[in-house]
Nanobody
Framework: QVQLVESGGGLVQPGGSLRLSCAISGFIDDYYGIGWFRQAPGKEREGVSCIRNNGGSTYYGDPVKGRFTISRDKVKNMVYLQMNSPLPEDTAVYYC????????????????WGQGTQVTVSS
């Protein structure tokens, strides 16, 4: 069983920055990706970012490209999402999760999810 625990959410102003952290426990192989999904009220869940478990190649959803950065520290069993210049439309519950990228689509076929952390972007 893989356990994922997010932290670092909160209120941030547009133009500010925020870093989300995901602590990983349990057995996980390198074929997994680890990343972030988000869901805003009234909207469908969308993939934000995904990184290979070894910290290699990355994926970013179009709305966050150039603003968010995902990173992986396998020694510390952590995945981070650095959110720079967040926008009000980035407001959502962010979930750390296993992930897979096929072409332009990201999904979570491995079905491991964290509990979520709220990010609110507002002035």
């Amino acid at each position: 069983q893989v356990q994922l625990v997010e932290s670092g959410g909160g209120l941030v102003q547009p133009g500010g920055s925020l870093r989300l952290s995901c602590a990983i426990s349990g057995f996980i192989d390198d074929y997994y990706g680890i990343g972030w999904f988000r869901q805003a009220p009234g909207k469908e869940r969308e993939g934000v970012s995904c990184i290979r478990n070894n910290g290699g190649s990355t994926y970013y959803g179009d709305p966050v490209k150039g603003r968010f950065t995902i990173s992986r520290d396998k020694v510390k069993n952590m995945v981070y999402l650095q959110m720079n210049s967040p926008l009000p439309e980035d407001t959502a519950v962010y979930y750390c999760a296993t992930c897979r990228v096929v072409g332009m689509e990201v999904s979570n076929p491995y079905e491991y999810w964290g509990q979520g952390t709220q990010v609110t972007v507002s002035s």
